[in-house]
Structure formats: C-alpha cells, structure tokens
C-alpha cells in the first residue's frame, strides 16, 4: 500500500492570472511574529503556513483574492477573513486566545501507567503525507473505565521520505477534546504550540506531557498532527497522473505520518482541510482492520 496523499482527489484547475500572496502574521498585542500559522482558504485546496519569522508566502490564482482564509494557529483565535484584505495590508495581526485554567490536584498515588496502542515497526505498512494545504490528521482515542486518567506521553511514528533530503521536518501536536453532539474534535486542551522536530533518521518522536497533568475527558480525545507548509518542509515529488499516465511534479510537505492497520474498532481517524473535519475511513482488503496513523499514548492512572 502506498502513502495515503491529502487531498485524496485529483484537483483540477483553471488557468489564471497568478499573484503573489505574501506578508507577516503578528501578535496583536506585542507585535511580534508567529510562526508556524496555517492559513487555509475555505472550501478549496490552496493553503500556506507562516514560517519561523511569521513572513508567508505563495502563488496564488486572482479570482482567489476574493475567497475567505482561514488562519488558525494554537494560543490564537481562529480568524476567517477575505484573502484580499491580507493581500492589500501584507499583515495580519491574531489575537491570544484567553483560556479559563482549572486547578488541577493530582493524586500523589499516580504512577500506574499503561500504554494505549502499542506499536511495533513491523505493524506499520505504509502513512501519510500532505500537498496543496495544511491538513490536520486526527486520531480518537477513547476513554474506557470510570478511573481518572492523565495523559502522559504522546509517541508518533514517522516513515523516511526519500525525496525529502533535509535532516529534520517540523509538525505540530493537537489534542482535542471531543464534541458531546457530533463526536467530532472540538477545543484544544493544549495551551501553547508544541511543534515537534522529527529527525529523519529516526522512527518516531515523543512529547512528554507530564507536568501538564491533562485529564482524559470522559468522550475520549483526538491527537492531531498537523503538517506545517514551511520552506525547510517543502520537497518535490514526481507522480503518475491517474488519467493520462504522465508524470506529473506535485509540491509536498514533510513528514510523512506512518500508518498502520487495526482491529481495534473504538479508533476513529478525521481529517480538517478546506475549513472543516470529516471522516476519514480505509479498511484492509478482507474488510476486518481500519487503517490509522501510528499513534500511541502513555496513561496515568489516579
């Protein structure tokens, strides 16, 4: 099985005079750059993401000035504007997001911990990868048992892209609490971006969050990884057109998210590009496994 590519559909579009979209994405209050902000123009497949001194930067079909974007990054507040509003300033300033922070008491008899979806490398058989715009790929989780749980350490598995020929490609970690109505992801439980470094020469990465004493929510939670469309990201991929059988160069994104296949039936993967989450389902060819990304999660116990 071949890397899963978002977005999963061949994109046609039609020839137009091209602008250049460029500028900073800023603090609204201290004025500083953001990096690593994904601005995502709704209902299509067009998106960036600012890089390490928040300068963005792409090009861009007219007609596409006149599209709402959204940007969105973690600590922010989600932001939907018209393109050409960003287009015309060369900025656009987010405003943080306020957070109302619980106190958290843990137990000092935590220490029971366990692992959900333990993965071995000969379990992973193909993964993800991403052109076009910054997707999120999400993972649920559920929370089985009425005994307090916190989460300890997030481990993601990654596959070596050959065309890819830097050391290191960056992502970020989302963890969502889930939608009591539409069992969908729902508001962060992270509050501040952790982008994660992956070293192309290893298998996997791992977060500790541990002394953020995060209590998994009685629905379960979704891990998000979320590609980031930065230039040290970017590398050039030649693929054969499904119609014609010409090769066609395509623009990707590093990494690529390893995945698996499971009989496990609680786990449920969703996608958010063009502006919204929906499904996503593969199933092994007798019909019995869900393909997912490899994800494991170390618990703690109360």
């Known amino acids: ?23 900073h994405v800023y603090d609204h209050k201290t004025k500083a750059p953001i990096p690593y902000v ?14 390490e001194e928040g300068h963005f930067f792409m090009d861009l079909p007219q007609p596409y000035l006149e599209r709402k974007v959204h940007i969105s990054s973690l600590g922010y507040k989600d932001t939907i504007v018209v393109a050409k509003q960003i287009f ?15 106190e958290v008491v843990v137990s000092e008899s ?60 960056k992502f970020r970690i989302r963890i969502y609490d889930v939608d009591s ?5 729902n508001k962060d439980l992270l509050r501040k971006s952790f ?22 929510p009685s629905d379960g939670i979704y891990v998000g990884l979320e590609w980031l469309f930065i230039p040290s990201n970017w590398y050039m991929q030649t693929e054969v057109h499904p119609i014609d059988n ?3 160069i395509e623009d990707r994104f590093a990494p690529t998210f ?13 996608i958010y590009g063009m502006g919204e989450w929906t499904d996503f389902k593969v199933k092994s060819r007798n019909n019995d496994r869900n393909f997912i990304p490899a994800i494991s999660l170390k618990l703690k116990k109360e």
Do not use: C
């Open 38 to 51: 994904n601005l995502s123009f709704l209902n299509t497949l067009k998106g960036t993401s600012t890089d």
């Open 110 to 169: 935590l220490g029971d911990s366990y692992v959900l979806n333990p993965i071995a490398s000969n379990s992973i058989t193909s993964g993800f990868s991403s052109s076009v715009t910054p997707w999120v790929l999400a993972l649920y989780f559920p929370n089985i048992g009425a005994q307090k749980k916190y989460l300890e350490k997030v481990t993601v598995f990654l596959n070596k892209t050959e065309k890819f020929k830097r050391t290191q490609s």
């Open 181 to 185: 109505k539409t069992k969908k992801p």
């Open 195 to 216: 982008v994660l470094e992956h070293d192309v020469e290893k298998d996997f990465v791992s977060l500790d969050l541990n002394s953020l004493n995060i209590e998994i």
């Open 88 to 102: 015309e300033a060369k900025r656009f300033e987010m405003v943080e997001e306020s957070f109302e922070l619980d």
């Open 1 to 23: 099985m071949k890397n899963l590519i978002f977005p999963l559909l061949v994109a046609f579009q039609v020839h137009a005079q091209e602008v250049l979209f460029e500028g």
């Open 246 to 248: 010409k090769n066609v």
């Open 258 to 270: 390893a995945g698996m296949y499971t009989r496990n039936q609680n786990y449920k993967v969703m």
